[in-house]
């Protein structure tokens, strides 16, 4: 499904230049759940966001299913993103003046989904997550687990075929973290794909293979049982 | 735009509730400016568009010449008018307007009414059946073939019957009777009136009386005598302006040429009429640079506002940053944010245009004399919604467009990481401080206008004017016959003496005024004959003492029915070339007739004028007719509590005299006031003028000082870590907009100093502009700045600065 070759990506400062990734490759097949692990500043959320078609890369290779993407410009790249591609950020990125109905809607508003089509959808997955009671609170009403999973919610109610995630259960404690995980894995059994960036072994434990990164390179994978 | 926009949008403002009304504020500035300037200037610029072939209808006026200088005027000789119409060809019409003084006009009732009088109207029009051919009146009752048959018939507008005839319905008008003075009108007519804006104002039309039509004068041109032709061909014109010169020529040449004045009757378009200033005769022309110029004001205040609105929004985008950047990330489109965001701007300018309208309603209320008088009868209520609609979708694309590329510039993945602050700030802030500094040059400026207007105001009203007028009323004295005018004033001044409220009474002309009687005289000097052309004031002999205007060499007039001796002042001793006030006494004055007059007094100079003239010579005469003393002054006793009833006593022995003019009296003080009725109008602008800027430059700081204060949280939260207090931060941020605002002064000042010098210079008294009114003016500025900036830099002074060291 991913398919990274010789991927380069520089930071330039005036005086500067920072190489953030050097000469990385990566696959991630179909139905996979890869965990990205490494120090801070080893590139794995810039990693992500590439991944995510949040950021161009300097050279290198992206096939995404198939499909050459290392040159699309900002408008495919984003038609591409909102069909295919679910995000979950560790800081949960909920709109504050949107209710968590609302929130977790607004992805189906972009893909032109039919307002009775959206509302079956939206409230389909906010029961999966076990949110539905709150469908109408905003989301600083809400606990950091609860939030997390309307983040979660929004990342999957277009049916993507790939959820990014940014150390999801970093601003969480243990049991929201595991409830959080649990989803992940769940969504991943009905055969979505995750990318997950984390820190935490526990978290990487779900995964069925993790990259370690250091200094812009993968320096080792593990497949776990 | 749907439900969820609109949702979104409407949540979204409330939120930001503070910045919302801020815009609203200053957008409904913007908005009332352009919504009055565009009814004005609209209302104007329709003046007589409607009238059916308006571009055949031409007025002829007159140029005259004299010493290369041309000069128009609308007056015409009386002998014209009958001329042309005798020898206008077919299809052209001769339409003359004579406009007709009277007394009053009085209404006998039906039984048990009211009499309703109307005074000195204003409105009344002799003209030929022609005019009505010309334009398009609508005809209630009688006809236009029929109107004009009988000399003694009027017909009178809608409007002008509800007032003549309040109780009864238009159409059954025909022939009651009008009272004109002493002589009765039949109406033959009642018209609609026009249902447009035009040149054509009268409200009563009757017959040119015969004296008038046949008075075949071709020397005297004035203003109530004007002269319309409609015709389609030019050539018709041209050959009644030839015939009409010609006769001119054959009778007033002569005269002109000795003269050295040459007369030429030319043609004004109706349709430019509104705007030649040159031809006005009755105060209705406008002057189109005051158009272009409030046009100018009202796209001024609407760029401010728009300038301001896209400041404060611009400041609002990092704070929004997120919230982009994650509908970014799901996939929304630029045209998507746009959109979202031209839906903001719609809602705010909506919302503004709807709170304009109370600001455009009250206006003509607090500032009538700056609203045509009867604009509001024809304003269009389509043109001006389809004007706002226009202007709101301007405004929305215009002050988006810049905000809106901002937003869509802001990168989604920074944006989520809080990096934003570094795209917005950088070459943006100078510009902002510039317009800031901008902002706060053209409000600094309006305060020290309002400053020095309102001192120079001070100044002619407490400066001593050379005669005293405490407690001193004015009564004018009748001038119509109907108020028994021709009874002797005197025997007013009789009656009121003997009362013990009133410490004097005097008669003759006000002490300072911007009437001007005049004549020029011969003195006899030792260099030779010097012409002195001076004012004079009627007076009698009390007036000197009543307002203690101080006597220097000589004595005082004697009581004379006529001009007899006269008493001058100082300068007219220093004009006429004497050496002392003593030297007058016992010269001579001669008029033109050889009639002389000698000099026997000499008072100190008193300001006979308003303090925007230098004083001048002035003779003070005697006389004994009521139309030439024109004014009781009566000087009350300074106990205030006996002035009411001393007032009951005046009115008491006035009904006695004059049973049929109403008293009405004018304290002095209140009328030297009116002397700068024009300043004090002014100064009602100016300081509207300086609350709107101040208002305006304070949103505009508002939003600087938010931006501000937001890019400096992390440095404010590592100072507060570091041990700064919560003042020394305050003073940190404020500082920087002290400085904005002190630039601003710089700027100012020399600009205000020199604006105000030379509205000064109409005064031939006025104050010193000193460095401490540009103090003052500068330390309201900074006063108004640092509470503007003070809920910001507070707000960020008092922050935690765990939460906003936090965010990386």
Redesign the interface.
Known sequence: MIKITNLQKFYRTEEVETVALNDLNIHVQEGEFVAVMGPSGCGKSTLLNIIGLLDDLDEGSYVFNNVEVAKFNERKRSDLRKHNIGFVFQSFNLIDELTVFENVELPLIYTNVPAAERKKRVEEVLEKVQIMHRRNHFPQQLSGGQQQRVAVARAVVNNPKLILADEPTGNLDSSNGNEVMNLLTELNEAGTTIVMVTHSEHDAKFSDRVIRMLDGQVIMETTTV | M?K?DI??TL??LW?NRLFTSLNVVGLSIGISACWLVFSIVHYEFSFDKKTPEADNIYQIVTQNEYKGEKSGFAGITLGLAPLLEEQALDGVLVVPIYRQYFERLIVTPKDGEETIILEEQSDIIGSRKSYFDMLPYEWIAGNKQTAFQHPKSMVITERKAKSLFPKDDPSTLLGRVIMVDTVQFVVSGVVKNLSFPSSFQAQIFMPIPHKEWSDANWQMLNSAHLLYVKTSNPNSLDHLLKVGQKRYQEIAGEEDAKLGYTTEFTTTPLLAKHFELQYDADGSTVNRKVMYGLIAIGGFLLLLACINYINLSTAQVPQRA??I??????????T?LTFKFLAETFCICLVSLIISWPFVSLFPKLYPEYIPESMEMYSNPWIITAFLMGLVVFITIFASLYPAYLINKLR??ET?KGKVETRIQGTRLTLRKGLIVFQFVIAQFFIVGALIMSYQLNFTLSKDLGFTHDAVVMVRMPYKSYQNADVDPFLYKEALAKYPGIKQIALGHEPQSQNHWGNIYNFAADTGSVQLSTPRKYVDQDFVSLYQIELIAGRNLQQTDTMRDVVINETTVKTLGLKSADEAIGKFLVQSNQVAFPIVGVVKDFHQKSLRSKIEPLLLVSSSKSNELQTFHIKLSFDRTKWENTFSIMEQEWKKLYPNAPFEYVFADEKIKNLYEKEHRTTKLIDLATAVTILISCLGLFGLATLTAFQRTKEIGIRKVLGASVAGIVGLLSKDFVKVVLIAILIASPIAWWAMNKWLEDFAYRIEIQWWMFAIAGAMAIVVALVTVSYQAIRAALANPVDSLRDE
């Open positions: 749907t969820h949702k979104t949540r979204y939120k997120k919230e950047g994650i509908r970014k990330t799901l996939g929304a489109l630029p998507v989604a993945i989520l």
